[in-house]
T-cell receptor, first 114, second 113 residues
Framework: EAQVTQNPRYLITVTGKKLTVTCSQNMNHEYMSWYRQDPGLGLRQIYYSMNVEVTDKGDVPEGYKVSRKEKRNFPLILESPSPNQTSLYFC?????????????FGEGSRLTVL | SQKIEQNSEALNIQEGKTATLTCNYTNYSPAYLQWYRQDPGRGPVFLLLIRENEKEKRKERLKVTFDTTLKQSLFHITASQPADSATYLCALEEGTGGFKTIFGAGTRLFVKA
């Protein structure tokens, strides 16, 4: 089954404790992206990757890091989480960048930073 | 900067009626626009993509229009059903290359039986 898998789905952590949210897709997609969703603000792009070892900032990259060492994986790293990073996070992938078709989204990772 | 506006108020309609959702954008001329459905606690699911040279696109009970002069897209669900109740998001790319996607905040649709 074609899917984007995120882990963990739910996480409560404390300020400053490094964490990683993993994202994996099994569709051989070149493009992957991370979004955060907050009430009233909609989905905002954090980082995206056009292919292995190629990443770039979205609209809200501050406080986040990403890496793309393999085509299927695109982890989101919060080196020192802060309460304003409490949000619902989505990973998405697409065959070759947006505009060529649909974005496939994961089920989301709800993060709470205390 | 590019901005997308969708009705923030929920849309309540009766089963069997046509639901019409609006997406307006400013400060850009996107080559295409997408619509997604999102259920509570779930990831968005792609519905339709319409390109700038397409005035209208249909898929089963769904219809999307794209007016580049008005900078507006309309999303219609005909013969609506309670199962259509969800939040609907529009999205477009910012800049050339289509690598940065901007989403609207979404419109919540409630279809009453």
């Amino acid at each position: 089954e074609a899917q984007v898998t995120q882990n963990p789905r739910y996480l409560i952590t404390v300020t400053g404790k490094k964490l990683t949210v993993t994202c994996s897709q099994n569709m051989n997609h070149e493009y992957m992206s991370w979004y955060r969703q907050d009430p009233g603000l909609g989905l905002r792009q954090i980082y995206y990757s056009m292919n292995v070892e190629v990443t770039d900032k979205g609209d809200v990259p501050e406080g986040y890091k990403v890496s793309r060492k393999e085509k299927r994986n695109f982890p989101l790293i919060l080196e020192s989480p802060s309460p304003n990073q409490t949000s619902l996070y989505f990973c998405a992938s697409s065959l070759a960048g947006v505009g060529t078709g649909e974005l496939f989204f994961g089920e989301g990772s709800r993060l709470t930073v205390l | 900067s590019q901005k997308i506006e969708q009705n923030s108020e929920a849309l309540n309609i009766q089963e069997g009626k046509t639901a019409t959702l609006t997406c307006n954008y400013t400060n850009y001329s996107p080559a295409y626009l997408q619509w997604y459905r999102q259920d509570p606690g779930r990831g968005p699911v792609f519905l339709l993509l319409i390109r700038e040279n397409e005035k209208e696109k249909r898929k089963e009970r769904l219809k999307v229009t794209f007016d580049t002069t008005l900078k507006q897209s309309l999303f219609h669900i005909t013969a609506s059903q309670p199962a259509d109740s969800a939040t609907y998001l529009c999205a477009l790319e910012e800049g050339t290359g289509g690598f940065k996607t901007i989403f609207g905040a979404g419109t919540r649709l409630f279809v009453k039986a």
